[in-house]
């Protein structure tokens, strides 16, 4: 993509209204804009990140087992009202009519849609476990959205829906989402700590908020520092691997406020304790069979009896994961993408004028690299060299070919984002790049 013909439309000044370093940087990035209290336009830039961050989380929950489908945002108060959470939920719950007088709101979760998916269309054992999952639109009227897209009130998030047969299997179905949340955060360059947490109006006795560490996350965390260096790179979705999950971290110490035990804390080694702040990203719980008693759905198991299937569901923000991701890793001279989620792999920053040398060598290596699907953003534009570099040191594109006059023919600056330039050939920049980018040679 040329520059010239992208929207980007980047803030000189920080807005008033952003408090954060990510609502700053997402504003001043041409990332988002605001249209409506806590209700947010995607731009280019931020829906490429945003698009990538889906990606990711797709690809490792289908590696878990789980299938994919799509529900809508607006839903039927009928079954909301089965499961008897209509008039539980509260204010935060968008109710509305449609010209026939029919209840109607936009959806804050989804259990009871997928359990009358379920209801409807499962009746047998044979078919369990099952999984489901989509990555839709919802909506939850926060009384005081602030902080960006770190809490708003229309959010992206990726839900799934666990079935089993029995107790025993579900907590199995939940090991293995716990796992591929690990996994998925791995992938975004996250450190994220499994704590325990409460299940609040989505109910059940088991759940665990993925917490990644930031000076400016709303939760306050205690832990022992061990629990960072626990590995989960080599394990996979087999019973064995997962069966022991859990039990890995519950050796150490972590919890948010509302579950933290002073007495339990101070039982650490001074040196491994630690109380800091933190950003929730992600969410899982198992509740049984709440929402499969209330609305009858009900499967025939290997006796021939009738009973109600054991439930879990498992939440990731993911427009919440740019704003988490930008907190975690910006600092105040720069930001960097994580590879996987990089909104472009390369930019180019062309440093000549219009028809000379090296405006010549920045559209050849713009399509050089446009041919080896390497993504770059070529900088064509006549901004001052030094806007151009505060530009892409905003923008955060991990990767940066610079082109001016004063090099040889077949010499490059080449700089990763915080790191020293170095002058390298257009072949030595491409293996670079394809290796960085694991892009088949």
Not at 21 to 49: D, E, T
Not at 132 to 156: A, N, S, T
Not at 201 to 229: C, M, Q, R, W
Not at 403 to 426: A, P, Q, R, T
Request: glycine content about 6%; aromatic content about 10%; charged content about 30%.
């Amino acid at each position: 993509m040329k520059l010239s013909n992208y929207f980007l439309p980047i803030l000189k000044e920080t807005p008033s209204e952003a408090k954060i370093k990510s609502h700053q940087l997402m504003l001043r990035s041409g990332m988002i804009r605001q249209s409506a209290s806590g209700i947010y336009s995607w731009l280019p830039l931020g829906f490429k990140v945003l698009k990538n961050i889906e990606n990711v989380v797709r690809e490792e929950q289908n590696n878990a087992g789980a299938i994919e489908l799509l529900m809508p945002t607006i839903q039927s108060s009928d079954i909301w009202k089965e499961s008897g959470r209509y008039d539980d939920y509260g204010k935060e719950m968008l109710r509305i009519q449609d010209r026939h007088e029919r209840d109607l709101l936009y959806g804050p979760t989804n259990e009871e849609l997928i359990t009358q998916i379920f209801r409807d269309n499962i009746k047998s054992y044979k078919n369990l476990p099952l999984m489901l999952y989509h990555i839709q639109w919802k909506f939850r009227d926060e009384i005081r959205p602030r902080f960006g897209v770190m809490r708003c009130r229309e959010f992206l998030m990726k839900d799934t829906y666990s079935f089993d047969i029995d107790q025993a299997a579900a907590e199995l179905s939940y090991k293995k989402m716990f796992l591929s949340y690990l996994k998925t955060f791995e992938k975004l360059e996250l450190k994220a700590i499994p704590m325990k947490a409460e299940t609040g109006p989505i109910g059940g006795d088991l759940s665990h908020e993925f917490i990644i560490l930031a000076e400016t996350g709303e939760s306050e965390v205690y832990l022992d520092k061990n629990i960072l260096d626990i590995e989960t790179k080599n394990l996979d979705y087999s019973i064995e691997s997962v069966n022991g999950i859990i039990e890995k971290y519950s050796k150490f110490y972590s919890a948010t406020d509302e579950k933290h035990n002073k007495d339990d804390f101070n039982q650490i080694k001074k040196n491994d304790q630690m109380h800091t702040r933190g950003i929730e990203i992600g969410h899982i719980f198992y509740f049984g069979d709440k929402y499969s008693k209330s609305m009858n759905a009900l499967i025939n198991n290997n006796e021939g009896k009738n009973i109600n299937p054991q439930m879990g569901s498992y939440g990731i923000g993911v427009s919440r994961l740019p704003a988490a991701i930008i907190e975690a890793k910006y600092n105040d001279e720069f930001m960097k993408w994580p590879l996987s989620i990089t909104p472009f792999k390369v930019a180019i920053l062309n440093l000549g004028k219009n028809g000379d040398e090296a405006d010549q060598k920045s559209l050849e290596f713009y399509n050089l690299l446009c041919n080896l699907k390497l993504e770059p953003l070529l900088d064509d534009t006549s901004d001052s060299p030094s806007s151009k570099f505060k530009n892409f040191d905003l923008i955060g594109i991990p990767f940066q070919i610079i082109i001016g006059s004063k090099l040889k023919k077949d010499e490059y600056e080449f700089k990763e984002i915080g790191k020293d330039k170095k002058i390298l050939s257009k072949d030595e920049i491409i293996n670079f790049l394809k290796e960085a980018y694991k892009i088949d040679q």
